[in-house]
Nanobody, 137 residues
Framework: QVQLGESGGGLVQAGGSLRLSCKAS????????TGWFRQAPGKEREYVSS????????TVADSVKGRFAISRDNANNAVYLQLNSLKPEDTAVYYC??????????????????????????????WGRGTQVTVSS
């Protein structure tokens, strides 16, 4: 079993930055594809970003492209999400997810579809409890 724990959320003004962290238990972190998802009140959970086991491949959703960046540190069993230029619409609970299976890239997006690495939440077996990010205007 893999346990995930997020941290780093908080209240920030629009234009500010946060760095979310997700720490994983166990010795198999380097074998896990990891992703970040978010869910705003009254909305469905949506894909934000993901990164392959080695960190060689990563993608972000169009809605956060150029503002958010994902990275991982396999030596410390951690994955990070850097959030810059935050907007009020980024307010959500952010979840870390992981899975041992690498499913590659698929088209994702509600308006314009782009190739994203494993953007479907049902492709992840392990989930953290989430960390709240609130952006004030």
């Amino acid at each position: 079993q893999v346990q995930l724990g997020e941290s780093g959320g908080g209240l920030v003004q629009a234009g500010g930055s946060l760095r979310l962290s997700c720490k994983a238990s166990g010795r198999t972190f380097s074998t896990l594809v990891t992703g970040w998802f978010r869910q705003a009140p009254g909305k469905e959970r949506e894909y934000v970003s993901s990164i392959s086991q080695s960190g060689a491949r990563s993608t972000v959703a169009d809605s956060v492209k150029g503002r958010f960046a994902i990275s991982r540190d396999n030596a410390n069993n951690a994955v990070y999400l850097q959030l810059n230029s935050l907007k009020p619409e980024d307010t959500a609970v952010y979840y870390c997810a992981a899975d041992h299976r690498f499913r590659g890239q698929t088209l994702y997006g509600s308006v314009a579809q782009t190739k994203c690495l494993q953007p479907a939440d049902y492709d992840y077996d392990y989930w953290g409890r989430g960390t709240q990010v609130t952006v004030s205007s």
